[in-house]
T-cell receptor
Framework: GQSLEQPSEVTAVEGAIVQINCTYQTSGFYGLSWYQQHDGGAPTFLSYNALDGLEETGRFSSFLSRSDSYGYLLLQELQMKDSASYFCAVRNTGGFKTIFGAGTRLFVKA | GAVVSQHPSRVICKSGTSVKIECRSLDFQATTMFWYRQFPKQSLMLMATSNEGSKATYEQGVEKDKFLINHASLTLSTLTVTSAHPEDSSFYIC????????????FGQGTRLTVV
């Protein structure tokens, strides 16, 4: 089976940096993705790591360590609009289905 | 990015009736689409994989007779919640990828179903 663990909530202030961790257990692994979802909206894709290391996309970066079955999403220069839920997700062997973690609600305060 | 359109965005129905939700890929062909269900402040739970021209593949614990999926064309998949009950009230979301191997999944806007 597959399971992903991430913190349920994180609070940070505007302009700060926040890291959202994700550990996973999968029967096969085809990459770790991150999605953002605002309340009432659809998830939107943020980043994807198939190999170990850091991927940077603007204010967002994502890291993966396959040997540790661990990854994180790093958000820099936080803005109020970054308040949302963030999901890590894995694709199973063959990369066909995407399974989501429980999500981390990020609250950004002024 | 690619666009996936889901309709309706909100629906209220009476217990015992059926509701159909449509998911369309607007600017690409999707041989495969995915249907998720999400309860408030919870994760997206994969319900089924919709395959164009063939039967859907349901996840364990999902009643296929309850949640009917039809993928009749390369741009349209439908989810019908049959004989709806209040416990079926939820947020239903579809997604698709440009290709099976593509990393990014595009999601529809979601459908908020309320069964009264």
């Amino acid at each position: 089976g597959q399971s992903l663990e991430q913190p349920s909530e994180v609070t940070a202030v505007e302009g700060a940096i926040v890291q959202i961790n994700c550990t996973y257990q999968t029967s096969g692994f085809y990459g770790l993705s991150w999605y953002q979802q605002h309340d009432g909206g659809a998830p939107t894709f943020l980043s994807y790591n198939a190999l170990d290391g850091l991927e940077e996309t603007g204010r967002f970066s994502s890291f993966l360590s396959r040997s540790d079955s661990y990854g994180y999403l790093l958000l820099q220069e936080l803005q109020m609009k970054d308040s949302a839920s963030y999901f890590c997700a894995v694709r199973n062997t063959g990369g066909f289905k995407t399974i989501f973690g429980a999500g981390t609600r990020l609250f950004v305060k002024a | 990015g690619a666009v996936v359109s889901q309709h309706p965005s909100r629906v209220i129905c009476k217990s015992g009736t059926s509701v159909k939700i449509e998911c369309r890929s607007l600017d690409f062909q999707a041989t495969t689409m995915f249907w998720y269900r999400q309860f408030p402040k919870q994760s997206l739970m994969l319900m089924a994989t919709s395959n164009e021209g063939s039967k859907a593949t349901y996840e364990q614990g999902v009643e296929k007779d309850k949640f009917l999926i039809n993928h009749a064309s390369l741009t349209l998949s439908t989810l019908t919640v049959t004989s709806a009950h209040p416990e079926d009230s939820s947020f239903y979301i579809c997604s698709a990828r440009l290709t099976v191997m593509n990393t990014e999944a595009f999601f529809g806007q979601g459908t908020r179903l309320t069964v009264v």
